[in-house]
């Protein structure tokens, strides 16, 4: 039996962990078996979860247990911390499955990762959502977004947590302080070999979302913040190429003003004035980047494989078959 490990993370949506355990349970899958490992996000409900329809079938899906975070901090630090957890742990698996608990992570879509692992053992394999149905809006904003993430990180970011992680891959990446941040950040960083394959987006099960815009684009600027080296280096670079620019202009203005009679009276003064303000607003905003990003350097860093003990908790086994 080849076992491999499902982690969700979850906040109070114990309904839809119910259909997600059942979808999992239910998948055409042979010589298969999946423990699920539910990272209890500081939820405020208590947990439930009705295991008879396990129990009286059979199915691949072996246990369900939970791990529980003594507070909120959100699904990208909670999949952070039950890595780190999971990595200590001396249990015989193949690899592990990073899904959300909602339902828009389609379960059927696990057989082809688990399929694709086979064929690159070593390698992580990572979901694209296909035929999203988010509003107009949202599709126009994350377009924006990885394109100014293509501009500004080199990369391309184009998956979410929906990803599949040999066992010998963990420990590269909860030793990565990146992974508390943003988990497909850290995996683009890890510099792990990565493959992304077209998953169908599913519909959430059951209740609301707690993402806002608010929370999405803090979740943006923490994917962006992971690279803050190379976005420092290519917006410096980038201003001494204005820089340049406006010393060359300067030159050929004053060339102008006094080695041709094609100036105006006022003229050059007056433009080359307005170059030496941008070379000053230039000069200034790379003062403060630059401090700034000393100052980043310098914050104390969480790297969840030294710090999940600070934040996770075991806690009960809801089924076991």
């Not at 001396?90 to 959300?100: K, L, P, R």
């Not at 303000?277 to 104390?300: A, K, R």
């Given at each position: 039996?080849?076992?491999?490990?499902?982690?969700?993370?979850?906040?109070?949506?114990?309904?839809?962990?119910?259909?997600l355990?059942?979808?999992?349970?239910?998948?055409?899958?042979?010589?298969?078996?999946?423990?699920i490992?539910?990272?209890?996000?500081?939820?405020?409900?208590?947990?439930?979860?009705?295991?008879?329809?396990?129990?009286?079938?059979?199915?691949?899906?072996?246990?369900?247990?939970?791990?529980?975070?003594?507070?909120?901090?959100?699904?990208?630090?909670?999949?952070?911390?039950?890595?780190?957890?999971?990595?200590?742990?001396h249990?015989?698996?193949?690899?592990?499955?990073?899904?959300?608990?909602?339902?828009?992570?389609?379960?059927?879509?696990?057989?082809?990762?688990?399929?694709l692992?086979e064929?690159?053992?070593?390698?992580?394999?990572?979901?694209?959502?296909?035929?999203?149905?988010?509003?107009?809006?949202?599709?126009?904003?994350y377009?924006?977004?990885?394109?100014?993430?293509?501009?500004?990180?080199?990369?391309?970011?184009?998956?979410?947590?929906?990803?599949?992680?040999?066992?010998?891959?963990?420990?590269?990446?909860?030793?990565?302080?990146?992974?508390?941040?943003?988990?497909?950040?850290?995996?683009?960083?890890s510099?792990?070999?990565?493959?992304?394959?077209?998953?169908?987006?599913?519909?959430r099960?059951?209740?609301?979302?707690?993402?806002?815009?608010?929370?999405?684009?803090?979740?943006?600027?923490?994917?962006?913040?992971?690279?803050?080296a190379?976005?420092y280096?290519r917006?410096?670079?980038?201003?001494?190429?204005?820089?340049?620019?406006?010393?060359?202009?300067?030159?050929?203005?004053?060339?102008?003003?006094?080695?041709?009679?094609l100036?105006?009276?006022?003229?050059?003064?007056?433009?080359?004035?307005?170059?030496?303000?941008?070379?000053?607003?230039?000069?200034?905003?790379?003062?403060?980047?630059s401090?700034?990003?000393?100052?980043?350097?310098?914050?104390?860093?969480?790297?969840?494989?030294?710090?999940?003990?600070?934040?996770?908790?075991?806690?009960?086994?809801?089924?076991?078959?």
């Amino acid at each position: 039996m080849r076992k491999f490990i499902v982690l969700t993370p979850l906040f109070n949506d114990w309904d839809c962990l119910q259909k997600l355990v059942e979808e999992i349970n239910a998948l055409p899958v042979h010589g298969i078996g999946f423990h699920i490992i539910v990272i209890n996000d500081g939820s405020t409900l208590p947990e439930t979860l009705n295991t008879d329809v396990l129990a009286n079938q059979s199915g691949c899906v072996h246990g369900v247990e939970t791990w529980n975070l003594i507070c909120n901090l959100g699904n990208q630090r909670a999949i952070s911390m039950g890595l780190a957890h999971l990595e200590k742990k001396h249990w015989d698996f193949e690899a592990v499955i990073v899904m959300d608990s909602d339902g828009e992570d389609n379960p059927l879509s696990i057989p082809d990762l688990i399929r694709l692992h086979e064929e690159k053992p070593t390698d992580i394999w990572v979901c694209r959502r296909v035929d999203r149905t988010e509003s107009t809006l949202f599709k126009i904003g994350y377009f924006f977004y990885r394109l100014l993430f293509n501009m500004l990180a080199g990369k391309v970011i184009n998956f979410g947590n929906f990803s599949l992680i040999p066992r010998s891959r963990i420990l590269s990446l909860v030793t990565r302080p990146e992974l508390w941040q943003h988990y497909p950040a850290a995996i683009i960083r890890s510099r792990i070999p990565y493959h992304a394959v077209d998953s169908k987006r599913g519909r959430r099960y059951s209740g609301q979302s707690s993402q806002n815009l608010g929370n999405l684009l803090i979740h943006g600027l923490n994917g962006l913040s992971i690279f803050g080296a190379i976005i420092y280096a290519r917006i410096f670079f980038s201003l001494l190429a204005v820089v340049f620019a406006t010393l060359v202009g300067i030159g050929v203005v004053v060339f102008v003003r006094y080695g041709t009679d094609l100036s105006t009276p006022g003229w050059a003064t007056n433009l080359v004035g307005d170059m030496l303000t941008i070379l000053g607003m230039v000069f200034l905003f790379i003062l403060m980047m630059s401090l700034q990003f000393l100052n980043m350097n310098m914050n104390v860093q969480v790297i969840p494989k030294l710090h999940f003990q600070d934040y996770i908790e075991e806690g009960s086994v809801l089924f076991d078959r």
